[in-house]
């Protein structure tokens, strides 16, 4: 299974762009956000300054209308996207190159995406589930019954590197987040050998009680806060 | 019949709708409404029947909108509106949602639906041949919640029939529905088939029949869904 | 996989004894705590009281001393017992029950027995994990290579009952813990058809925030304040 | 050679191998520690590395030993001992912390060993044929960090060994251990072969091959490792 470095260093960064900077070509990135909350806005702005191609990129959705993930996908940075939800009607600039055959795209279950992510950070290489069975999305994978019930044999989801936002950090790298602002957030850290964490808040270590830290700092390589806390990908 | 159903004063609005599945829900069950008229269902749920409502994006336990200004963006629903939490309210990340939802531990998902068959298959995320709609978060609910009920027009706007003997489009499960709410009419899956259990005032079976594709059960006694003037 | 039933009425009951009252002959029944803290004392003392047999105990060990766990074995009214650690010294009681065949004995790494429990409760028949390759634990089990690594397949584990312990419960059911004292209590609950939280304290429902909630109410069934707050099934 | 390995001061005691132990962490790291000798590395290691220690029964960040009557029993590491978490802590339960465990987030694993092969098979739960001890979380540790350094007394009371060519204990895990550690010496596992890095003061290369079943790699400079008087 994956091993992150030990980072001993000072896990914050200056700036959201030297903290996308290690992304390289052919890398796999996860991006937290559902619904237009939790996305980590300046981290994605800066990759939209960072020279890379070929990445692949685990999100929720397709990314909608012109910032964000659409941006990244218009400056065509991105060869595949693994989500769950691809083709909302303002997800139109992924749409256009999909129809184009310029980008791949492997659409999965928001709630096997979120396990297969889980399992990835769990050292848990495979798992079953009765999520689609019996649909399009069971085409090509291995089926078997436990109990009467059919399942489908799903995969961990690692990644290269997790994009997250959190509401406060700590200067360790123990995060909360804020409502369900949290949503793919913790799991994707957990799942990714490097996590870079766009905060609102930088606190001092320890001023997050252990019993209310919600992703635990091991999880954690690099801590930016958000240059723009107004900006926001989508609308 | 001459029954134009795309513009018919008989046929059930939204809210008409959404107020009868309001009732149908046994009390104390956990809910989880899907996007469009399943999110309507929370405004007419009398709060004393103990239902507790849970979206997929990490809450459980979303109460009424807030009022306008009072929004706080970071409390939202898996329709991305802004939500209150209830008094008793918990929330977590996708991994726990979904595996609260994967673990059987939800009652009833209420899902808006394109096509429903006989024997309680569900299409609702997608046209074949067509690069539209997502599958979210349809299937982990569809499989792993005890109880689904389909929302949906009995016909398309084309007239096409949607209540139908085996869906023609993509499924997002199979066997799962156990209840289906339309504009027309609702609609018991069972063992045996569909029952017509209730028609939208007004209309009548004859109607409900023509527009179903399955046979359908008719018990002794059905009754009729008000409407609002 | 399991269906846990609606309980619309008021969870709380009067008694650790009316709290076990339901748990039948041949029931599954699953126990909290690790190194002598959040076990539900309480309700162990009760089941001690209440009139069943044949039971199959999910633990983490097989009780220590002449208390708790130890004292339902010591009854024998414990068939089988699935746990991480049989033997410790002061397990002499089970020991002994085990040695003359009269206790049954499955013995489970204590991560895969913690990820059996989340199984159980988030609807994965079944998975696979390089815990106990090469080892005596592999016995009998299905293996298979991922990325050229041994795994075994485990399966889920549920249970009719959880007896747990927790720090805090609302009237509505969510709980949280206390520093170390969660342990398995939270898995176990998700793993349970029916979850019997003994509290400390029990608040008014609103009392926890939604984001500290550690157990959300859905998946606890009975709560009782637990009479004896300085019992201790241990020492 | 007639050297008595039940009672002789130049062996390491306890606190010594724990030193030596503290010393070999690389800054930074998080490491489990198992009962017994590990629990007490935690004593001598240098603040200023900014290792963090990890327990599995849901605690990042265990800190010292609370004073005699301070102790908050809610807080234990998984020896059972009441432990104060450090600034920047965080605590879970036993399914997030098996998570973090098995995959592979934790740096080191310190756990005592009964028997280790030349290969790195680590035996430390139970003897063969006896009913006597547990699994606990050894096997999801040793298959789960990244490295596992192996701490026992080098020979039995008995005076039989211990470091083997192959166990005749049940096994933890094949292929785990990097670094033993014992009252003798310091030995790594390698895909050479075993090295003797490091010997206790007073002892020879000599005694440390009599009492080690494999063949040693014997490297050009073999330290001593100190002993408190």
Known sequence: MQKKKNILKNKIVSSSLEAVSEIKDGSTVSIGGFGGIGIPENLLDALLKHDVQDLTIVSNHAGQGEQGLSALIKQKKVKKLICSYAFHKNSYIFRDLFLSKEIELEQVPQGTLAERLRAGGAGIPAFYTKTAVDTDFEKGKETRIFSGEKTVLEFALQTDFALIKCHQADNLGNLTYKGTAGNFNPVMAKAAKITIAETELLLKTGEIEPESVQTPSIYVNKIVVGENIELRSEK | ?229
Chains 1, 3 share one sequence.
């Open chain 2, 1 to 229: 019949m001459s029954f134009d159903p795309k513009n018919n004063d008989l046929l059930l609005t939204p809210k008409d709708i959404a107020k009868r599945i309001a009732k149908e829900i046994p009390d104390g069950s956990t809910v989880n409404l899907g996007i469009g008229i399943p999110t309507l269902v929370a405004n007419y749920v009398d709060p004393l029947k103990g239902i507790l409502f849970m979206a997929e994006n990490g809450i459980l336990g979303t109460g009424p909108k807030p009022k306008e200004g009072e929004e706080d963006l970071n409390y939202i629903n898996a329709s991305r509106e802004p939500v209150i939490p209830i008094k008793g309210a918990s929330i977590f990340d996708h991994a726990e949602a979904f595996s609260m939802i994967r673990g059987g531990h939800i009652d009833i998902a209420i899902l808006g639906a394109l096509q429903v068959s006989e024997n309680g298959d569900l299409a609702n995320w997608t046209i074949p041949g067509e690069a539209r709609g997502g599958i979210g978060g349809a299937m982990d609910l569809a499989k792993g919640v005890k109880e689904v009920y389909a929302v949906m027009k009995h016909i398309t706007k084309d007239g096409m029939l949607k209540f139908l003997k085996k869906c023609s489009y993509p499924l997002t499960a199979k066997k799962v529905v156990t209840k289906i709410f339309t504009d027309m009419a609702l609609i018991e899956i069972t063992e045996k088939g569909p029952i017509l259990k209730e028609i939208a005032t007004g209309l009548n079976q004859e109607l409900i029949e023509e527009f179903s594709e399955p046979k359908l059960i008719i018990p002794n006694q059905t009754s009729f869904i008000s409407k609002e003037k």
